[in-house]
């Protein structure tokens, strides 16, 4: 696609805007993570202290929080207005301009809140590394004299490296896909740039070579994650799975561990569902009305018809690559699973472009030939809407799918066979059942992410077709955050179900690891 002069236009005044701003909010976003999810992680997995047992799957909880959903309510609490300032006024005396106080709408502040719901990608993946970490390689270490930090740092923390970077991987993958936060924020990065081009500019040609650009950071934090699980088969442990004997924390230390843990969880989940239904319980105006349940009902149309549809396709994507063992069949079925990692803003641009053409294109021709017009049958539709959303988060439910069956040996396929069950009553009577769990799991991630979504939704929705994350971001933009608060706490409501699966099945994962 040649350059326009909108595309010229950018690369010579914000490009380099976008590119250095997205880097350092990654760069943040990074440091941010790593330090709670990694310490989290250790000290829940390996540690025991008071309050141990609900740190341990409470700290998911925050993964419920849309980050531009924090990002609202924090800047109802720390800007100039908010309960934080008034109250040091009040107490001081002070006026404005009388005393610094660090700005929330900044990139800085960005990272922070991207940090404080995106950790948990690291802690759950971290955690579960050190769950499964060979007891005898840590009991070498002590027995050689290393005590509980030299055993972190040159010991657990290595064995651990791949699952940690693949957890940051994650993290900074949903950072590059953000938009509510930074356009919040006012932070120029490539998502804030794919809107303003499009609708600013009017010009999609320059939205899509954006688009380009941001998938080029995308793909190269692919590579890196690849890389890294390749490394995986060289840190192999012992499969002596045992009862962990976890390092007992006292005194000083173990308030220090359970304030680390509280601290992460007030900041990250507490303290925003509490500023959010204090909005709610404050707001003037009616807070189950008629545009309510409209948004409610859109929105879980939207989900619930992407769950199901990803969830037949996942079924089926996952019984061809388990029948067949063919290149091309695993290859298709790989590229399928690779849209998580694509943005929504990027998705809705490839999306938007080719239903586009094939409207005009079909409108075209029935005017030429009979004189009507077929209007907008895909772009600007509830179908453009879903197919993105399948792009999108097809690989949530695949992987889901995936690892149920995993679990189910091919012996067992074949003693269906041998009594006479066809391949569709094997799946019937003997799969099913046993993927009940997984299934479910499936429907409810994939239900979740479609209606935390943000940037798709907003470029693909159908004229006045309003979400729920729709609604919450234009409350916010127009500065009304308590009328932002019903909907913000349906998401974070409905999101804390899958959080809590996730939970149980690390949990049960780590049982089975030492019957």
């Known amino acids: 696609m040649p350059a326009g002069e909108v595309w010229q236009h950018l690369v010579d005044t914000v490009l380099a805007d976008y590119v250095s701003n997205s880097l350092l909010l990654m760069l943040g976003v990074a440091i941010g993570t790593l330090l709670i999810g990694v310490s989290t992680a250790w000290l829940t997995a390996m540690c025991s202290f008071p309050g141990r047992k609900v740190f341990e799957w409470a700290l998911l909880l925050p993964m419920a929080m849309p980050a531009y959903i924090i990002a609202y309510t924090y800047t109802g609490l720390l800007d100039f207005s908010g309960p934080v300032q008034t109250f040091i006024r009040s107490l001081t005396g002070w006026g404005y301009g ?32 050190f769950l499964n970490q060979s007891i005898c390689v840590l009991d070498v270490s002590r027995t050689l004299g290393n005590g509980p930090w030299r055993t972190f740092f040159k ?136 545009r309510y349940i ?46 998580y990692a694509i943005p929504g803003a990027v998705i809705a641009v490839g999306v938007m472009i080719p239903f586009s053409a094939f409207d005009n294109m079909l409108d075209a021709w029935l005017r030429a030939q009979f004189d009507i017009s077929s209007g907008l049958l895909l772009s600007g539709t509830i179908v453009a809407l879903i197919f993105a959303y399948l792009v999108r988060f097809l690989a949530v439910s695949l992987q889901t799918v995936d690892a149920g069956l995993g679990r189910i040996r091919p012996s067992m396929d074949e003693s269906a066979q041998s009594m006479g069950l066809s391949t569709l009553q094997t799946i019937g009577r003997v799969h099913m059942p046993m993927l009940k769990g997984s ?77």
């Open 98 to 129: 009388d005393y610094w106080f660090p700005e929330i709408r900044s990139l800085e502040g960005a990272a922070l809140m991207l940090s404080l719901v995106l950790y948990p990608y690291v802690y759950l993946l971290t955690r579960a590394a």
């Open 294 to 339: 409209d948004l409610v009902k859109n929105s879980l149309i939207l989900a619930g018809i992407t769950a199901l549809l990803a969830l037949l396709i996942a079924l089926l994507l996952g019984y061809g690559r388990r029948v067949s063992k063919h290149k091309t069949t695993q290859f298709a079925v790989n590229i399928a699973g690779m849209g």
């Open 439 to 515: 299934l479910l799991t499936a429907i409810l991630l994939v239900f979740v992410d479609v209606l935390k979504e943000l940037p798709t939704t907003l470029i693909l929705r159908p004229f006045n077709f309003n979400t729920l994350a729709v609604r919450a971001y234009e409350m916010a933009s127009d500065e009304r955050l308590a009328d932002a608060a019903p909907a913000a706490l349906t998401i974070v409501a409905v999101g804390i179900i899958p959080v809590i699966l996730l939970s149980y099945s690390i949990t049960r994962s780590r049982h089975e690891h030492t019957a």
């Open 155 to 290: 010991v657990a923390l290595p064995l651990a490296r791949p699952a940690i970077v693949a957890g940051l991987i994650l993290a900074l993958m949903e950072t590059l896909a953000d938009y509510g936060t930074v356009d919040y924020f006012g932070v120029s990065t490539f998502t804030t740039g794919i809107f303003r081009t499009w609708f600013g500019l009017n010009d999609v040609a320059a939205a899509a070579q954006l688009a380009a650009v941001l998938l080029l950071f995308v793909f190269t934090l692919i590579i890196i994650e690849r890389s890294q699980r390749k490394q995986a088969r060289y840190h192999h442990t012992s499969q002596r799975h045992q009862a962990l004997k976890r390092i007992q924390l006292t005194g000083n230390m173990a308030w220090l561990a359970f304030g680390v843990c509280f601290a992460t969880l007030l900041f990250g989940f507490l303290l925003p569902v509490a500023q959010l239904s204090t909005w709610l319980l404050t707001t003037s105006e009616e807070i189950i009305d008629a």
